[in-house]
C-alpha cells in the first residue's frame, strides 16, 4: 500500500517572510550610506594644508617621506616649489614615491637620502652629508616612525627597545644635530607628527618592555616630547 502526502505551500507565509527580509537589508544599505556619509563629513573636516602660498628656493628634510603622511606632505611641499629631502631608510621605495609624486607635481626637486633611525651612526651620516651639501634648513618633519611594533620585543642597533630608539632618540639625535642649521636659517620650523593616542598612556617607570599597544601609545607620548 502506497501513501501520498499532498505538500501545499501557503503563500501567505512568503509574503511576510519577503518583507522582512527586505527590511532588513533596507537597514544595512542605510547603515552603510549612513556610516559612508558620517566618513566624508569627517574627513572635510580633517586637517588638511590649503596654503598655497610659494616655497620655492626653501629645503625641506622629511623624515619617513615614501608613504602616508611623510609622501603626501612631500607631494604638497614639492608642487608649492620646495626642495625636498626624503629621508627614508628603504631606498627603493622612496624612488618609487618619488616617481609618483612627480607624477603630479611634474619635475620637482626631490632628492632621497639614506636614513635609519634605528641606527644612530646612520643618522650621523645623513646630517654630515646634509650639512656638506646645503648651507641652510628651512624646514624639518620629524614624521617617521615605528607604529605598532610586533608583540616580540625588537631592538635598535644599539640595543633600545624599538619604540624609544627610533620614536624618540632617533629623531632627538637629529634634530639636534640640525638644531644649527635650523638656527642660523631666518624663519625655520622643525615639526613633529604625533598621534592622538599620546592621551592614553600613563607613566611608566621602564622603557624597556612594552609590546604591542602599549608601546604605541607611548610612543606617542615619546614623539610629542621628542
Given at each position: 500500500m502506497?501513501?501520498?502526502?499532498?505538500?501545499?505551500h501557503d503563500s501567505s507565509l512568503w509574503f511576510p517572510i519577503l518583507l522582512w527580509t527586505m527590511g532588513g537589508l533596507g537597514i544595512l544599505?542605510?547603515?552603510?550610506v549612513g556610516v559612508y556619509l558620517l566618513r566624508k563629513y569627517r574627513e572635510s573636516k580633517w586637517g588638511v594644508c590649503?596654503?598655497?602660498r610659494r616655497m620655492?628656493?626653501?629645503i625641506v628634510i622629511i623624515t619617513g617621506a615614501n608613504s602616508g603622511i611623510g609622501k603626501e606632505t612631500t607631494?604638497?611641499?614639492?608642487a608649492r616649489g620646495?626642495?625636498?629631502?626624503?629621508?627614508?631608510r628603504n631606498r627603493e621605495a622612496a624612488v618609487e614615491a618619488l616617481r609618483d609624486i612627480r607624477t603630479s607635481t611634474g619635475d620637482g626637486d626631490l632628492i632621497v637620502m639614506d636614513l635609519d633611525l634605528e641606527d644612530l651612526e646612520s643618522i650621523r651620516r645623513f646630517c654630515r652629508n646634509f650639512l656638506e651639501k646645503f648651507q641652510h634648513l628651512d624646514v624639518l618633519v620629524n614624521n617617521a616612525g615605528v607604529f605598532v611594533p610586533p608583540e616580540e620585543r625588537r631592538t635598535t642597533k644599539e640595543g633600545f627597545e624599538i619604540?624609544?630608539?627610533?620614536n624618540h632618540f632617533g629623531h632627538f639625535l637629529l634634530t639636534h644635530l640640525l638644531m644649527d642649521r635650523i638656527t642660523q636659517t631666518p624663519n625655520s620650523r622643525s615639526s613633529n607628527i604625533g598621534y592622538?593616542?599620546?592621551y592614553c598612556p600613563k607613566l611608566y617607570d621602564n622603557l624597556d618592555d612594552s609590546p604591542g599597544w602599549s608601546a604605541f601609545t607611548k610612543l606617542s607620548h615619546q614623539i610629542v616630547y621628542c
Open positions: 502506497r501513501f501520498y502526502v499532498s505538500r501545499t544599505v542605510g547603515v552603510a590649503k596654503s598655497v620655492d628656493g626653501k607631494r604638497n611641499l614639492a620646495a626642495i625636498v629631502i626624503m629621508a627614508c619604540n624609544m630608539g627610533v592622538l593616542f599620546y
